[in-house]
């Protein structure tokens, strides 16, 4: 069972020090619809960012499809006056960032494991500088997120830690 | 009286005498060229592996025009060494810089490394001059030269026994030795005015402030990538804390090592100085310690010290820590107070999206 928008848009919900959370493209369900699940609206003619809205809050969903990540955000959401939302779904970039996440961790490898990092400010301020964070695994049984401190924990800061935001 | 003085102001040599020896080496320079081309071709090879090391290095043999100079100078300045006989037996003894090679580099620090290496990597010739210690001469001249034997050479005797002069200066030095080469040494031109002395000894000063600079900049640049460089696990992690705060500290450094690398990205030693100044953090942790009546250590007392900040994260962390209750995970549950649980999790209540 992957992960699907509301575990992200829960994480951030739960941690308001934070206003992202990266996962891996393959492990967000919504994406692996085709086409893609109508609860997003695409918001560019490349299918790059979409709107979320839940529970009454808008977010953004951007593909990140080199990296083979996606990020969940809640700065970036375009006033409802000004939304220019496109008819046609673009699927090329999904397509390409679960193929990109699937390469980088292996399709079915990392025992399952889903992870995410929430993202918060740079600590000083600047570019360059370190970044506060928040990482995370899903714990399937329980159906809640837990911090996550596994061996592969620098690894996974290094794959999901996209720079934009 | 008047003829010993007129003898001993001939020069050495006539000049035919140096017709002779230059076109003597002129046959002979092929010899040196790729004595030369050995040298570096090796030195090339040792200076890579090296690695870390910034270098040009460059090699010739000596132009002919340049040979017939210096044995016009020598011979000028009655050299003992310079005698007909002593050229025309083995020149290259006796002008051991006709096959040379030259390594500029940074720093005087790089200076001294290379030519330890120099010396460690080639055979020197039995001889009192063939490691000289650095020259520093009065007119400013700075490098360090070594004399060493042509490398063997598979299949090749020909450059066996023939001395190679390589020379190791700093960049700044190197612009310094080229001009006084030029203006003072080789007399090219016209004797140097006086005015174009002060501005030798005042670009000298220049060189020299700048190897000075070149160090303290590449130290810094040391320093600054130490900085920025991750922090791999607990020990990096005390190490730079204990730098931080100029005296060791105690506690358990695993644990607060995880906690950071799990909200820090990446955790390095700017990026500690980021979270705020350590001392700052762990008085502040000491003063909250004291408030819940927790014995601190300098661990617990560092996550205290963050934990206004951090609080959720830690909680979270802390409540899924496996064996007995610590007194890291004790300190952290005083601070937050019962009201919040340490079994605290996050999930959705509800899997619906909306459009």
Known sequence: MPLNLSNLVAALNQFPAYHAIDVFADDLAELQQWPVSPNLQQLDAQGRSFLVTYQGKSFRLEIFPARGVVRLSKDGVPPATTRAVWDGLAGGLVQEAIAAARKQKGDGLLGGVLLGLLVGALLGGAAGDARRVFALTYDRASGQWRAYDGGLLRWMKAQLAVNAG | ?355
């Open chain 2, 1 to 355: 009286m008047v003829d010993v003085v007129a003898t001993s102001a001939l020069p050495l040599l006539s000049e035919p005498q140096i017709d002779v020896v230059v076109q003597r080496y002129l046959r002979e320079m092929a010899r040196f060229e790729k004595t030369a081309a050995v040298v570096a071709d090796r030195l090339r090879r040792e200076l890579r592996a090296e690695g870390h090391l910034r270098y040009l290095l460059s090699f010739r043999a000596k132009h002919p025009d340049d040979l017939r100079e210096k044995l016009r100078r020598k011979s000028d300045e009655r050299d003992g060494k310079y005698t007909f006989e002593a050229l025309s037996h083995e020149i290259g003894e006796v002008v051991t810089d006709l096959a040379g090679c030259r390594v500029v580099v940074y720093t005087v620090p790089d200076e001294e490394r290379v030519s330890a290496l120099v010396r460690k990597i080639f055979t020197l010739p039995d001889r009192l001059d063939a490691k000289p210690p650095s020259i520093r001469r009065p007119s400013g001249y700075q490098a360090t030269h070594t004399l060493v034997l042509a490398p063997e050479v598979h299949d090749d005797t020909s450059i066996r026994g023939t001395i190679c002069e390589v020379q190791v200066a700093t960049v700044a030095a190197h612009l310094f030795n080229e001009l006084e080469h030029d203006i003072t040494y080789k007399k090219l031109g016209h004797p140097a005015t006086q005015a174009e002395q002060r501005l030798l000894i005042s670009v000298e000063r220049a060189c020299k402030l700048a190897d000075h600079l070149v160090e303290q900049l590449l130290d810094e640049r040391a320093r600054g990538k130490a900085h920025l460089t991750g922090i791999a696990d607990a020990a990096e992690l005390r190490l730079a804390l204990e730098r931080a705060t100029a005296r060791p500290l105690n506690g358990d450094f695993a644990r607060l090592f995880t906690m950071l690398d799990t909200v820090v990205d990446p955790l390095t030693p700017a990026g500690l100085e980021q979270l705020g100044k350590p001392t700052e953090i762990l008085a502040r942790g000491q003063a909250e310690a004291l408030r819940f009546g927790v014995a601190a250590d300098d661990v617990i007392a560092y996550v205290l010290g963050i934990l206004p900040e951090y609080q959720a994260e830690f909680v979270l962390i802390a409540a899924h820590w496996r064996g007995p209750k610590t007194a890291l995970r004790r300190a952290i549950q005083s601070a937050v107070g019962p009201a919040q649980r340490m079994e605290q999790t996050t999930g959705s209540d509800d899997d619906a999206v909306e459009p």
